[in-house]
């Protein structure tokens, strides 16, 4: 039971170039999330998703875009990446929302990185 | 939108002491706070939670108040140990499954 996942880990980007970070979950988990953490600025919610072909804006959507194809994954892209993208995203999954369990689930962090 | 404010930013305390961090928000349909813990380098982990229909919440030496009336609540950590030093952060939902976070309090343990 591997929890969260994300992949890559770490990539460096030129201004300009889009990628794509995977979150897979094997929990079974309905509500997934993504995260970016800045010095300073805490965890800010980019986009969420409360079950497979759902998805919804978090707080600071502009610039990403997100798809939930299937239940186990959540997959955040950058079209153009941008050096304020530099950052730490965490992407996080709970069971029913936050109705009843509330507990996040978060993976290990991606590092990204826009020269 | 929900909006949660923490403080202090960074907190130092002699080990053995306790510590109190505080947040407030501003949507008054929220309804549950979560509290997560984030050692350096490592992913958020939940560490304790409440729900508005609960004034307090104990588990071992940390502990959650919330005053919904005045909107705020706090994080309460007695006998610190070196393993409590982390980035602590608050949060705040109305059940519309959005959580929205704190900006984070580094807690320092001194020896």
């Known amino acids: 039971n591997a929890g969260v996942t994300q992949t890559p880990k770490f990539r460096v980007l030129k201004t300009g170039q889009s990628m794509t970070l995977l979150c897979a979950q094997d929990?079974?988990?309905?509500?997934m999330y993504w995260y970016r953490q800045d010095p300073g600025m805490g965890l800010r919610l980019i986009h969420y998703?409360?079950?497979?072909?759902?998805?919804a804006k978090g707080e600071v959507p502009d610039g990403y875009n997100v798809s939930r194809l299937k239940k186990q994954n959540f997959l955040l892209g950058l079209e153009s990446a941008a050096p304020s993208q530099t950052s730490v995203y965490f992407c996080?999954?709970?069971?029913?929302?936050?109705?009843?369990?509330?507990?996040?689930?978060f993976g290990e962090g991606s590092r990204l990185t826009v020269l | 939108g929900e909006n949660v404010e923490q403080h202090p930013s960074t907190l130092s305390v002699q080990e053995g002491d306790s510590a109190v961090i505080k947040c407030t928000y501003s949507?008054?349909?929220?309804?549950?706070f979560p509290w997560y813990k984030q050692e350096l380098g490592k992913r958020p982990q939940l560490i304790i939670d409440i729900r508005s229909n609960v004034g307090e919440k104990k588990d071992q030496r940390i502990a959650v108040t919330l005053n919904k009336t005045a909107k705020h609540f706090s994080l309460h950590i007695t006998e610190t140990q070196p393993e409590d030093s982390a980035v602590y952060f608050c949060?705040?939902?109305?059940?519309?499954?959005?959580?929205?976070f704190g900006k984070g309090t580094r807690l320092h343990i001194l020896p």
């Open positions: 996080a999954s709970s069971y029913s929302g936050f109705r009843r369990t509330g507990e996040l689930f």
């Open positions: 929990m079974n988990h309905e509500y």
């Open positions: 949060a705040a939902s109305k059940g519309d499954d959005k959580i929205i």
């Open positions: 949507d008054s349909a929220s309804n549950y």
């Open positions: 998703s409360v079950g497979e072909g759902t998805t």
